[in-house]
């Protein structure tokens, strides 16, 4: 009887041992996070947000802060888009009243800061620094074209 379960939990070890490991060696290697994973920070396409502001009005917990304006063919843009993650809780309001999809999860689980203010996001810089680089990037050589956006804020800063 003792020989009979001894072999039977050898078998188990073995069977575990030979099988697919269910754990990464974090942190050098990171699980990736399912489609529907919500967490991280917000991510913005400026490209494809269109100032409509529902997305702030949707949060329940007033993380998001935008500002917008008008340029000359009579089309708000944004000028500000601040989110402040410490405040967040994570209900996905924000995304889903986004008519244009232009904001989603950075899927960034490790989301620890040292100070309260690296909290908070700039998401609008991150989303232009991110445009420049790519068009650098398939461009090879030479600044990029800046788009309309970015065009008309620098015009107005400038005036
Ligand atoms: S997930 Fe919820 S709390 Fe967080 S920014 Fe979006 S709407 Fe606000
Ligand atoms: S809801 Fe979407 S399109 Fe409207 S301001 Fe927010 S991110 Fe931009």
Same mark, same amino acid.
């Given at each position: 009887m003792r020989g009979k379960g001894l072999l039977k939990g050898m078998s188990l070890t073995l069977k575990a041992f030979f099988?697919?490991?269910?754990?990464?060696?974090y942190p050098e290697a990171k699980l990736p996070m399912s489609p529907r994973f919500r967490g991280g920070e917000l991510e913005l396409d400026h490209k494809k947000c269109?100032?409509?502001g529902l997305c702030a009005m949707a949060c329940p917990n007033h993380v998001i802060e935008l500002t917008t304006a008008v340029n000359e063919d009579k089309k708000k843009y944004l000028t500000s888009y601040v989110y402040h993650s410490g405040l967040c809780? =994570?209900? *996905?309001f924000c995304t889903e009243a986004c008519p244009t999809k232009a904001i989603c999860w950075d899927?960034? =689980?490790? *989301?620890?800061?040292?100070?309260?203010?690296?909290?908070?996001?700039?998401c609008l810089s991150i989303s232009q620094q991110k445009s420049v680089t790519a068009a650098e990037e398939s461009f090879g050589t030479g600044k990029p074209e800046m788009d309309e956006q970015e065009k008309t804020r620098q015009g107005r800063a400038a005036g």
């Open positions: 099988s697919k490991k269910g754990t990464v060696q269109i100032a409509c809780l =994570y209900c *996905n899927k960034n =689980y490790e *989301n620890a800061r040292y100070f309260r203010e690296d909290l908070d996001v700039d």
